[in-house]
């Protein structure tokens, strides 16, 4: 690793870039940690009284932050002061992906309690009633264009942002990681089974899969070029960056405990990953 970042008080749940100096991560000490790559200097952000399994932060401004936690709520931040701004309340189980839409003003969320559940950030109101999903929802994504959202559960299912009504599901898909291509055009899961599948996201046809491990995939991070995915593991202690066009491995990064998260910087020229030992490494 280029750099090896402390400071969190147990393992590292979950990462995200603001942009390619500040790095945003939540872990099982129920805070959201802000570092600055540049200076070294981080922030605690307390709140929650469960692990932080999800966070995300509004681009391009960085202005809010959402995090979703075990304690079953939804918080927004002030993106600059850190400060909390609203607290969302209404799932039933652990909350374990969150992320805001292209314009900041709506959050998905995915939960243990089988739902995906999008909230206007303003009011703290649903935008519809929850989705009912199949299982446990361990991933929810937007789409690039902010029309679709996309849930990893038992199986792969897409819906109408806007609505709430399903578009398909691709069945016997159980993931408990997703991501899109930047165009739209691709959903990319991280298999229960360890593998890497892409589908065609305007009707579901497999399109590739590879074999990436023999647990679930945790995290899937695609290069902002689509060049290279970034995966982790349950249980595993390396993370691995495979040719995305190819499946071929290109890269292994080699940890002293489980990695839990990856991610790539916005230029591509980074990736961080976060694991047990209570670190953020970031990688080149």
């Not at 292209?102 to 739902?115: A, K, L, P």
Request: aromatic content about 8%; some cysteine; charged content about 20%.
């Amino acid at each position: 690793p280029v750099q090896v970042l402390e400071g969190q008080g147990h393992s590292v749940a979950c990462l995200c870039f603001y942009n390619e100096d500040k790095l945003l991560s939540g872990s099982g000490d129920e805070t959201l940690r802000r570092r600055d790559l540049k200076t070294g200097r981080v922030e605690a952000l307390s709140g929650h009284t469960g692990t932080v399994w999800g966070i995300d932060v509004s681009l391009p401004d960085g202005k809010m932050i959402v995090s979703g936690s075990a304690d079953k709520t939804i918080r927004i931040w002030n993106g600059e002061s850190g400060e909390k701004m609203h607290v969302f309340e209404g799932h039933e189980e652990h909350v374990n992906s969150v992320e805001f839409s292209q314009d900041s003003s709506r959050v998905v969320s995915g939960s243990d309690d089988r739902t995906v559940r999008v909230w206007l950030v303003e009011t703290g109101k649903l935008a519809f009633e929850p989705i009912e999903c199949h299982g446990s929802v361990f991933c929810v994504r937007y789409s690039p264009g902010g029309d679709k959202i996309a849930s990893g559960a038992d199986s792969v299912q897409i819906w109408n942002a806007e609505t709430g009504v399903g578009i398909f599901s691709i069945r016997n898909s159980p993931v408990h990681s997703l991501a899109w291509t930047a165009d739209g055009t691709h959903v990319i899961g991280g298999g229960r089974r360890g593998e890497v599948t892409v589908w065609n996201s305007h009707d579901g046809g497999q399109l590739r899969t590879w074999k990436a491990y023999d647990q679930p995939i945790t995290a899937l991070s695609l290069s902002p070029a689509a060049t290279h995915l970034a995966t982790s593991s349950w249980n595993e202690n390396t993370a691995f960056v495979f040719d995305f066009s190819t499946g071929e491995k290109v890269a292994t990064l080699e940890h002293s405990q489980r990695v839990n998260r990856v991610a790539f910087s916005p230029s591509g020229r980074l990736i961080a990953t976060g694991c047990d030992d209570k670190k953020v490494r970031m990688w080149s």
